[in-house]
């Protein structure tokens, strides 16, 4: 009955059964998830043992790395430096609000676990970021993009070395284990290193609302999906301190639960089926909210190794 215990808290899984359809690509292959009813986090009951059939070529676009021109390059890192003289939101890059939580500086060394083409690193490292290491089984082959930027064909449990700063942007949840990954990310870090999780979270009002259509369940490449409770739950559990959760869900939870609960799939070009302006609008305020009152469907958890 392993399989039917909670990844996270190991209680009994005894909850509704929900048959959830694979549709980023709309195979419509049906896939079992349950919520734990002690901790809140839902998970996959049976997952596929060949998970990387699940993960065609198209799906991180690697078409590798957009990259910039040096006088972009030099724009880049006066954008940064503008930005934190300033802090005009107009010098402001996507990943300042990340770093910044995380105090990660230029000469830390800083891994990006589930990287993609490693384009974040690559932005980061174009801002002056000195030692950066990406890491991702679905890479196309290992790279060294640059001097200080190196990209690693490896899965979380291959990883050697320590690092000041770890970030995985929704890559948490494309792992097996949890416990165990988080155990791994724990090991890591260096006395008074840094993690950032950005994950889908069943707190969420998406959840409730729109159930096996929830398109953050992304059936079957989530094997789980935390709670904060869970999230809390493993922090305790390895011995980090949970400093900070800032929910950033965005319209996406709506516009692509709804997409899902009309069976059109992600790929689906149909104009009848892509929201108008306004209404995204409406979708953007709505996550707003929602991410005020801590019911958004996905946050960034930001914990610390103490010393
Ligand atoms: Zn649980």
């Known amino acids: 009955m392993d399989a039917y215990k909670c990844l996270i808290c190991f209680s009994a899984m005894q909850g509704p059964v929900y048959q959830v359809s694979e549709m980023m690509f709309g195979s419509g292959e049906r896939f079992a998830y349950t919520q734990c009813p002690e901790c809140g986090t839902i998970q ?3 997952p596929p043992t060949n998970m990387g059939s699940y993960y065609p070529a198209a799906y991180y676009s690697f078409t590798g790395l957009s990259r910039s021109t040096v006088p972009v390059r030099w724009m880049k890192k006066i954008r940064l430096v503008l930005y934190r ?15 910044h939580h995380l105090a990660a500086r230029e000469s830390d060394q800083i891994a990006d676990i589930g990287c993609g083409n490693g384009q974040l690193l690559y932005e980061m490292h174009a801002s002056g970021y000195k030692h ?37 942007h929704h ?3 494309h792992m097996r284990d949890p416990d165990a990954s988080f155990a791994k990310l724990a090991s890591l870090l260096q006395p008074g290193g840094r993690l950032l999780i950005r994950v889908p979270v069943s707190d969420g009002e998406a959840w409730s609302i729109f159930r096996e259509h929830w398109v953050q369940l992304d059936a079957p490449r989530h094997y789980f999906i935390p709670s904060v409770t869970g999230m809390e739950r493993l922090a305790r559990r390895y011995g980090l301190e949970l400093f900070r959760t800032e929910f950033d ?11 899902y609960r009309d069976g059109a799939s992600l790929s689906d070009r149909n104009p009848s089926k892509i929201p108008s302006a306004e ?9 707003k909210l929602l991410n005020q009152t801590q019911k958004g469907d996905q946050a960034a958890f930001y914990f610390r190794k103490p010393i």
Request: charged share 20%; glycine share 6%; aromatic share 16%.
């Open 279 to 287: 209404q995204m609008r409406d979708y953007e305020q709505r996550a």
């Open 132 to 168: 950066l290491s990406g890491f991702d089984p679905f890479l196309a082959e290992p790279l060294r993009v640059a001097s200080g930027l190196e990209l690693f064909k490896l899965e979380l449990h291959q990883i050697l070395g320590t690092f000041q700063v770890i970030m995985l």
């Open 44 to 46: 996959q009951l049976s």
């Open 85 to 99: 003289a300033s802090g005009l939101s107009l010098f402001r890059p996507v990943y300042e609000n990340w770093l």
């Open 171 to 173: 890559a948490f949840e």
């Open 249 to 259: 869900s965005t319209s996406f939870q709506f516009w692509g639960s709804q997409r």
